[in-house]
């Protein structure tokens, strides 16, 4: 099971910095750089989770892998929804009151 989780997370780094790379590049030098360097730091965060979330559970150590569960998953929802943003995956455009009295 970790060789495969060990493939999956090859595959699957790879896969996003192709799916990512056209979407990273910015005006600004310092918003790529922004972009790669959450992106490495949410593929960090998130697999090891993973790992660490696997260990635990396989050693029995039901507290941790719960604990661990709620910490790494909150870490990774939280970096993955800024990156989201930043690369515009999620837009909060503003939109006119329905209520506005138009003219």
Do not use: C, D, Q
């Not at 996003?16 to 990273?24: C, M, S």
């Not at 990774?76 to 800024?82: D, N, Q």
């Amino acid at each position: 099971m970790g060789t495969f989780l060990i493939f999956i997370a090859g595959v699957l780094f790879l896969a996003a910095i192709l799916f990512i790379k056209p979407r990273a590049k910015k005006a600004e030098m310092w918003k790529t750089v922004l972009n790669w360097v959450l992106f490495v730091l949410w593929y960090g965060v998130t697999w090891m989770g993973v790992s660490y979330i696997y260990l635990n559970a396989k050693a029995g150590h039901v507290k941790a892998t719960s604990t661990a569960v709620f910490v790494f998953l909150g870490i990774s929802v939280v970096l993955g929804f800024i990156l989201a943003r930043l690369l515009g995956f999620i837009n909060m455009k503003k939109t006119n009151s329905r209520n506005a009295v138009e003219a």
